[in-house]
């Protein structure tokens, strides 16, 4: 069992930055790939950015390539979700996950473990 709580959401401007954090307890021995996914209203959950908590090999979607960055500090057992140059379009309830392996494409369907969330709105 891995457990996951996502906080550092909340209300900003467009153009503006916020730094998600996930705090991951549990056996993650199986589930080293971890995930942020987002989904907003009346649209699928898609991946955003995953990181290897093996090899720390890092993936992001087009959409947000160049402006955010995933991470991870082992000594807390937490990933972070740094994003910056915030757009309308990044309004969503973001999600951290964790499954087994880091296979591309980044799919909602390969991850077992899911946090509650934490909702970002960008506003123009």
């Known amino acids: 069992q891995v457990q996951l709580a996502e906080s550092g959401g909340g209300s900003v401007q467009s153009g503006g930055s916020l730094r998600l954090s996930c705090a991951v307890s549990?056996?993650?021995?199986?589930?080293?790939?971890l995930g942020w996914f987002r989904q907003a209203p009346g649209k699928e959950r898609e991946g955003v950015a995953r990181?290897?908590?093996?090899?720390?090999?890092?993936y992001y979607a087009d959409s947000v390539k160049g402006r955010v960055t995933i991470s991870q500090d082992s000594t807390k057992n937490t990933v972070y979700l740094e994003m910056n140059s915030l757009k309308p379009e990044d309004t969503a309830m973001y999600y951290c996950?964790?499954?087994?392996?880091?296979?591309?494409?980044?799919?909602?369907?390969?991850?077992?473990?899911w946090g509650q969330g934490t909702q970002v709105n960008v506003s123009s």
């Open positions: 996950a964790s499954g087994p392996s880091c296979r591309l494409p980044l799919r909602p369907t390969d991850f077992g473990y």
């Open positions: 990181i290897s908590s093996v090899t720390s090999g890092t």
């Open positions: 549990g056996n993650t021995y199986r589930s080293p790939c």
